[in-house]
């Protein structure tokens, strides 16, 4: 689909649907929501709360990462790498919408910094991919291998009893080590070890932040 030349303002208009289709537009999944058919739900009480959080959480690394793929697709070099950032951006609008739903199920909301998140994404996006696409593919198996690791720690954080949105983050997280595949398989390359501290600290910041906020 992204094999023809874009016009700037072509770029313009994608970059500003992508913001309004993750800020307003709400669409469902294109995939069913794991376990659709278990709509369980922790006890209302801090069991409840705390799966609320963690999945505000998670719906605020899924603004996030809209918002990076939306900028990197902007200044990635190849029709290639912006095919493949669609192809992921896309899974991830499904982790969005599932994060979404599970939260108004758990009575919750999800964190009023979204624009916050995504406007900073969206930058990171934009520099990683001026980086050229051997550095932005290996931004891009970074950031998911480090996505990855939070999910796994919220398999662990998240209550048992919360099979529902256990199952939610299992997919994602499924989804998240094919991208990280499909970028290295694309010729992304390691980045050096202070750019993955620093991609750490802002994952840190945003999770913490957005957990209350
Ligand atoms: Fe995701
Ligand atoms: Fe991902």
């Known amino acids: 689909m992204d094999a023809r030349q874009l016009s700037p303002l072509d770029r313009l208009l ?14 469902p999944a294109r995939r069913p929501p794991p376990e659709s058919a278990a709509r369980d739900l922790p006890a209302a009480g801090p ?7 963690l999945m505000r959480v998670n719906h605020a690394g899924e603004v996030a990462a809209q918002g990076l793929y939306s900028g990197h697709a902007l200044t990635a070099r190849t029709p290639g790498t912006r095919d493949l950032l669609h192809r992921a951006a896309a899974e991830e609008a499904d ?4 994060c979404r739903e599970r939260l108004a199920e758990l009575g919750s909301r999800s964190s009023l910094l979204d ?13 990683a991919g001026l980086a050229g696409d051997p550095v932005g593919l290996g931004f891009v198996a970074e950031t998911e291998r480090q996505v990855e690791g939070h999910l796994d720690r919220h398999l662990v954080a998240l209550p048992a009893a919360d099979r529902r949105s ?25 980045l050096p070890r202070p750019a993955v501290m620093l991609m ?13 906020i």
């Open 14 to 27: 994608e970059v500003a649907n992508d913001a309004l289709r993750t800020g307003f537009a709400r669409l």
């Open 95 to 98: 982790h969005l919408a599932w």
């Open 166 to 190: 256990r199952a939610i983050v299992a997919s994602m997280k499924a989804d998240e080590i094919a991208h990280a595949e499909a970028a290295r398989r694309a010729g992304a390359i390691p």
């Open 200 to 212: 750490g600290l802002c994952a840190r910041i945003m999770t913490g932040t957005a957990r209350w």
């Open 115 to 127: 624009p916050v998140w995504y406007g900073a994404s969206f930058m990171i996006g934009a520099l």
């Open 47 to 53: 069991r409840r709360r705390e799966a609320a959080r």
